[in-house]
């Protein structure tokens, strides 16, 4: 999916990103690769010195026998620049690569095909081009769809206006256009595995030609189609296309207007998730850009849907939902379970860094673990090597398996992204470890089902002054439904904590924020009776509940914050209520704070990540 790209070519979108020959070990990208053989000197490399954290030293005084084997340096080593593609290299960047590829011919139906779609809603008209205005631009962009097992499908070829170009108040005004959010979806499947709802998916095929559009804009012909009897003419856009400011927006609002006319509401908590009530029946519709989730309990309405668009739009149905968004959805409708997966993406993340082949790491991050701004480079050599390591490039690869799917990782990924700017060499040996747990948890799925009750259950957490650059807290929360965690958060509080009453006082301040949010949109679903109930957040400080509870006067919190007691207003009003939690059993504990792999695996499956092994 699009999003896959976007968050795989994070900071380095569209280009190479060069590594030059790096001297110190411990920049170096774990590998299999063995193209030369040296010896090792008997110094121990800085990487070596980092993995003592695994080890530990039996006496420092002793000096250590030294394995006088021959080792194989990784092949990073071999090459004086390194060129690492975070494009795919099989995909054309341009109409003259396209016509001179192997797939020069599915490239060419794909242009047609893209074309016919444009001729069919009418985009534009050829005229002669104006005095007073400067058409855009265009361009050919090419992708390869595939399926959840990495294997090609569809050849897509895509004209896209040069947007840029615009100019803001002439061209274009508002550009902004929703999006279902991930917790939405989550909460959703989760609710669907518990009734056992159809889950059926459909894509808009060229969704945004379906946008109409106000100003005046003009465009280029499209490159290789230009037509010879008027190549000095240019085209009059009458619809919205691919690459506008204004594009989504247009696309958004003409699907709303169709959706709306069919007797879909939509949310008041979520603009794109939206409701049909027909008697008992009940048909949900997610809309994600151009990707559609259609859930309920009735075949008949949801066809009825289904016919719909497809009347108002032209449509691809997917049938039953098994591929969204880079997510893999498996199910078991007999033990009514539905399971979430990113390893295909996963396995992409880990082979563009290198990092497939490399040891497998127990946990996120080693219990105990500190990173800190005196950890960045001192010298402008130091900075100058850390720059040709792909640092933020890594980190939003890790973030959208983390968003989507991966709770796990959020307290990692929260303490290593805050040195984007001018990472050193620790911070990349922590993301390293990142990538080397995920190497050992790619398979592992986020499940929903087995719970007797559909109960939205929260737990909150705080570590106290973790950041030792500033001496701030480190918030932490998770929301169960259905066995598996629906909404999440690892974050660095806005304000230094006083105590560790405060830091979690404030912790579960913004937790409640949280947790009104998802009571309020499920009960505009209407399908989850516990809804109506006050949800529940467990937290292990006694005195943070009782702050939350009483509005008690006491010296060391007159301080606090005003935004903070927002929630005993929650509690107060019923929407809410906070309870004791033994800390063993805090299921936020590891968003806060490093754990060792015993507890942390305890908390992993709490959440509802866990390997399904009868899933291949």
């Avoid at 795989?8 to 020959?21: H, M, N």
């Avoid at 490399?45 to 080890?55: L, P, Q």
């Avoid at 078991?332 to 993406?345: E, K």
């Avoid at 040996?429 to 259950?457: C, H, P, S, W």
Wanted: glycine share 4%; hydrophobic share 40%; charged share 25%.
């Amino acid at each position: 999916s699009f999003l896959e790209k976007e968050f795989l070519s994070k900071e380095v979108s569209g280009r190479k990103v060069e590594l030059d020959e790096v001297i110190e070990p411990s920049l170096e990208l774990e590998s299999s690769a063995a193209p030369e053989i040296v010896p090792v000197p008997p110094a121990p490399t800085i990487e070596e010195a980092n993995d003592k954290d695994h080890e530990a030293s039996d006496d420092a005084a002793t000096e250590r026998r030294r394995s006088t084997r021959s080792r194989a340096p990784p092949e990073w080593y071999g090459n004086p620049v390194l060129t690492v593609l975070l494009v795919e290299d099989s995909e054309p960047t341009n109409y003259e690569e396209a016509m001179m590829s192997p797939d020069s011919e599915k490239w060419l139906e794909a242009m047609k095909s893209e074309l016919g779609s444009m001729s069919e809603n009418q985009v534009w008209t050829l005229v002669d081009p104006p005095s007073d205005r400067k058409a855009v631009e265009c361009k050919w962009i090419f992708k390869k769809k595939t399926d959840a097992d990495g294997n090609v499908t569809v050849y897509k070829a895509r004209l896209v206006a040069k947007g840029f170009r615009q100019v803001q108040g002439v061209d274009y005004d508002e550009t902004f256009s929703p999006v279902a959010m991930f917790k939405s979806i989550r909460i959703l499947l989760a609710i669907a595995a518990f009734h056992d709802y159809e889950i059926w998916q459909m894509d808009v095929k060229t969704a945004f030609l379906n946008g109409n559009i106000d100003e005046e804009l003009y465009m280029m012909q499209p490159e290789g189609f230009v037509d010879p009897k008027d190549a000095d003419k240019v085209c009059k856009l009458q619809r919205s296309i691919y690459g506008l400011k204004q594009a989504s927006r247009s696309w958004n609002l003409r699907f709303d207007q169709v959706i709306k006319s069919f007797g879909f509401v939509p949310n008041c908590y979520e603009a794109c998730i939206y409701k049909k009530v027909s008697g008992s029946s009940v048909t949900f519709l997610v809309l994600y850009v151009d990707d559609i989730l259609i859930i309920g309990n009735d075949i008949n309405m949801l066809n009825d849907v289904k016919s719909y668009l497809n009347k108002c739009f032209s449509m691809k149905d997917l049938g039953e939902a098994a591929y969204i968004l880079g997510i893999k959805i498996y199910r078991d409708r007999q033990r009514r379970l539905i399971a979430l997966s990113q390893s295909t993406y996963l396995d992409k993340v880990l082979k563009r860094f290198r990092m497939d082949k490399a040891k497998k790491g127990s946990v996120p991050m080693l219990s105990g673990k500190i990173l800190s701004k005196a950890q960045c480079p001192a010298t402008v050599n130091d900075r100058e090597a850390m720059s040709k390591v792909p640092y933020a490039s890594a980190i939003g690869s890790i973030m959208y398996a983390m968003l989507c799917t991966r709770p796990d990782v959020s307290n990692a990924l929260s303490l290593t992204s805050r040195y984007q700017s001018d990472p050193g060499v620790e911070h990349w040996t922590a993301v390293k470890n990142i990538l080397k747990y995920l190497n050992r948890t790619k398979e592992m799925f986020l499940v929903y089902g087995g719970d007797e009750q559909l109960v939205v259950k929260g737990y909150v957490d705080a570590s106290f002054d973790t950041d030792k650059d500033d001496s701030k807290s480190q918030t932490g929360y998770v929301y169960i439904l259905n066995g598996g965690a629906v909404s999440w958060r690892s974050c660095k509080q806005s304000v230094i904590a006083g105590s560790t009453v405060e830091a979690e006082y404030m912790a579960a301040a913004e937790a409640s924020s949280e947790g009104v949010w998802i009571r309020n949109f499920i009960t505009e679903l209407g399908v989850v009776p516990s809804a109506l109930d006050p949800l529940e957040i467990l937290c292990d400080n006694t005195g943070a509940i009782a702050l939350a509870k009483e509005p008690r006067y006491h010296p060391k919190t007159k301080h606090i914050n005003r935004k903070f007691h927002i929630i005993r207003d929650y509690i107060a009003d019923g929407d809410l209520k906070i309870s004791k939690v033994h800390t063993d059993l805090n299921v936020a504990d590891p968003l806060t704070k490093p754990l060792p792999r015993v507890k942390h695996d305890q908390h992993l499956s709490a959440m509802g990540v866990r390997l399904l092994p009868d899933v291949n």
